[in-house]
């Protein structure tokens, strides 16, 4: 009887993740997940099921780690510094080639999200995980004076996350460093 | 000797766009074309040539009738009831199963653009050629006073345009229309 192989979950969904974020759910077939992660059909389908469930698993994977980094980058500094931040951080990352993916959860709105309920909720839970991290934030930033405008920090909030999609496709289209500059000014102004 | 096909060119073309805005050039076959246009290969090379010659006239149609229909949609009442009406349509197609194919240039930013400089070209074009109606339009809203803030024509337009691809995104994401009328009534404030 052969033995079962062993392997770091963990490790293995990281690379299940990688393949989903850079092709998307259709395009990747099992064989470049058996590729990547090294493993036989039966381990991989044995711990964590079919295709559907194994995308399922490493989505959640990005999401958490997703959701980690919003919380440490928006956490430090003053509010205004740590939103302006954060989106310098989305168009560093969508210049360089090995991100070129983008963020996921735009990626499933697009793909899977429309006729596939148990993606669509996720998606859905991370926009209003980043939502409320938005409201909390720029609260605090009223507070500690750094956001000077007195407007609703939730219709700020959603002002943020309708344009947070467009930076990562202006970056794509190559619109140019100071088109996005120019963009992003015009934004942040609105917290002032 | 075979008689060549006859056929409307333009008419052709629009069954073309059709695919390639639904599928995408990737996932688009020669065969998939074939079917939709009822033509024979030799037909359709022999006007068009190959795939990437007919998805760029396919493309340059689509811009074509955006740009007419941008022109026509601001061009209507008030600048700010235009500018208003605009992102009204853009939710409401997407919300269509039939338009959910979203926009052909905000598809096109991710998908060919960062690889291929004749597709780029045609995006930014598009950008472009979109924020000047923007720029034009608010500007006529100072002149008439359906506009009341006085900041920069320009950088209200970069704002718009950084916000109209995440109203695609957040309706494929079906956040709800309560969420999407404040994104917008949030955007539009900054007219006022």
Same mark, same amino acid.
């Given at each position: 009887?052969?033995?079962?192989?062993?392997?770091?979950?963990?490790?293995?969904?990281?690379?299940?993740?990688?393949?989903?974020?850079?092709?998307?759910?259709?395009?990747? &077939? =099992?064989?470049?997940?058996?590729?990547?992660?090294?493993? *036989?059909? *039966?381990?991989?389908?044995?711990?964590?099921?079919?295709?559907?469930?194994?995308?399922?698993?490493?989505?959640?994977?990005?999401?958490?780690?997703?959701?980690?980094?919003? $919380?440490?980058?928006?956490? %430090?500094? &003053?509010?205004?510094?740590?939103?302006? @931040?954060?989106?310098?951080?989305?168009?560093?990352?969508?210049? @360089?080639?090995?991100?070129? $993916?983008?963020?996921? *959860?735009?990626? %499933?709105?697009?793909?899977?999200?429309?006729?596939?309920? !148990?993606? @669509?909720?996720?998606? %859905?839970? !991370?926009? $209003?995980? =980043?939502?409320?991290?938005?409201?909390?934030?720029?609260?605090?930033? %009223?507070?500690?004076?750094?956001?000077? &405008?007195?407007? *609703?920090?939730?219709?700020?909030?959603?002002?943020?996350?309708?344009?947070?999609?467009?930076?990562?496709? =202006?970056? @794509?289209?190559?619109?140019?460093? !100071?088109?996005?500059?120019?963009?992003?000014?015009?934004?942040?102004?609105?917290? !002032?």
């Amino acid at each position: 009887m052969a033995r079962p192989q062993e392997f770091d979950t963990g490790d293995t969904l990281y690379k299940v993740l990688g393949i989903f974020w850079r092709k998307g759910y259709e395009a990747t &077939t =099992m064989a470049d997940v058996l590729r990547a992660t090294g493993l *036989s059909k *039966s381990s991989l389908y044995g711990t964590f099921g079919g295709k559907r469930d194994l995308f399922l698993a490493a989505f959640d994977l990005y999401r958490e780690d997703r959701e980690r980094e919003l $919380n440490l980058v928006l956490g %430090q500094g &003053t509010a205004r510094e740590a939103i302006e @931040r954060y989106f310098r951080l989305i168009i560093a990352d969508a210049g @360089r080639r090995e991100f070129a $993916n983008g963020c996921m *959860s735009i990626n %499933q709105a697009v793909e899977l999200a429309p006729h596939d309920p !148990d993606v @669509r909720r996720r998606v %859905q839970d !991370d926009f $209003n995980f =980043m939502e409320r991290a938005f409201v909390a934030t720029i609260a605090r930033g %009223q507070d500690e004076g750094s956001v000077s &405008t007195s407007k *609703s920090p939730v219709d700020l909030a959603h002002l943020l996350m309708i344009s947070f999609p467009g930076f990562q496709v =202006m970056m @794509r289209a190559e619109m140019g460093a !100071d088109w996005l500059e120019r963009a992003l000014g015009s934004l942040l102004s609105k917290l !002032d």
